[in-house]
């Protein structure tokens, strides 16, 4: 197990700034993840990690070595790419077997762990087979099976699993938990999924436009985010958000003026416009009805309900206002149906409608 650590690491390509510069710590054997949509930065990072592109700001140290001129074969990682990166005309073996072979490794220590990786991984009868006879999953796992022969001191994945189904997804997840669970490697891993960054990851790096939003784990991250942007990308579906404005009274109320607050969960100071942002989690729906329109009730009608199974999802129309709630599956309010809605302050998040800041009690 191997720390590593980026020292106001940053990239640029010319006038563009990929990376800001940011401090991290990747701690012996954790799993991180780099979380965040196309063109963030998250990707580049993990590049500059494993030394394929350059650093143009800032230092990397891998093992308290620093790394920034190091070729890459010489950085003891291994990279997991999101599509396999096979050789289609070789056997898993052989695969498996390429870097050990480069490497001049006995031909009798190849064997030794090329076997032991793929009974690890559930490939020890799909050696002799090439990669077009196998399944996308079988095929992550083999270029799986082939950075865990090098016995990296980082292993780094680049959305391995973004070109599989949903169902394959969910099993390679809860495989890629088992694995680190058993290898304890330090590990980095990038995805534009939320629900893979919060299933597999010890912390999450959330980024944005090149910029750190945000590192925690994924409790955190759910429970605190530190702005609007993070709030909207942890959390499936995504948080509601609406804007409030204080009137002559003291009250906040939305834009469409469907909605009003007596008051906020936290002291807004002197601001007089905020973003109130609610999880559709932490809607409660009652379908009785009800006429009220108190601090604590609000009357909604149901636009649509999508079953998922356990669950449904319920978009629901509070005059002009929109918001989407999830409930139980089993006899939930249908189109049509008029409901009333309850938030929990305690469960309400505020932002600064102009920096998008979290603001906190």
């Known amino acids: 197990m191997t720390e590593v650590k980026l020292d106001r690491i940053g990239k640029s390509y010319g006038a563009v700034e990929a990376v800001q510069q940011f401090d991290l710590t990747i701690r012996e054997g954790e799993f991180l993840v780099l979380l965040g949509p196309s063109g963030c930065g998250k990707s580049t ?3 500059m990690i494993a ?29 997991v790419f999101q599509n396999y990166a096979l050789y289609p005309h070789k056997t898993v073996f052989d695969n498996m077997a390429m870097a050990l072979k480069l490497q001049k490794v006995d031909a009798a220590e190849i064997r030794d762990r090329v076997g032991r990786t793929a009974e690890m991984l559930g490939l020890t009868d799909y050696l002799n087979r090439k990669p077009g006879a196998l399944s996308g999953g079988q095929r992550q796992r083999v270029a799986i099976g082939r950075a865990i022969v090098r016995t990296p001191s980082v292993f780094l994945f680049d959305e391995p699993l973004s070109n599989l189904d949903a169902k394959l997804r969910v099993k390679m ?11 304890g490697a330090t590990s980095v891993y990038v995805t534009h999924d939320q629900v893979e960054a919060m299933t597999l990851a010890d912390r999450i790096v959330i980024m944005n436009g090149g910029v750190v939003a945000q590192v925690g784990t994924p409790r955190e991250v759910y429970d605190r985010p530190a702005n609007e942007f993070v709030a909207g990308v942890v959390g499936s579906p995504a948080m509601n958000f609406l804007d409030l404005r204080r009137d002559d009274t003291g009250r906040w109320i939305s834009d469409c003026g469907s909605m009003v607050l007596a008051s906020l969960p936290v002291d807004a100071g002197a601001r007089h416009h905020v973003r109130l942002g609610v999880r559709p989690e932490h809607i ?14 609000y009357r909604a009608e149901v636009l649509l309900d999508e079953l998922l199974g356990a669950d449904a999802l319920l978009s629901l129309g509070i005059g002009q206002a929109r918001l989407l709630a999830r409930v139980g599956g089993l006899a939930h309010p249908v189109k049509g149906d008029a409901v009333t809605i309850r938030l929990n302050p305690a469960q309400l998040h505020v932002f600064d409608a102009d920096t998008g800041a979290a603001i906190r009690a």
Do not use: C, F, W, Y
């Open 45 to 47: 990072t993990l590049r």
């Open 51 to 79: 030394g394929l592109e350059s650093i143009t700001r800032g230092d990397l140290l891998i093992g308290g070595k620093r790394m920034n001129d190091v070729d890459p074969k010489d950085r003891g990682v291994a990279m």
């Open 173 to 183: 997840r809860m495989e890629l938990q088992e694995l680190h669970a058993r290898l």
């Open 284 to 297: 409660e729906v009652s379908a009785d009805g009800g006429a009220g329109a108190d601090e604590a009730g």
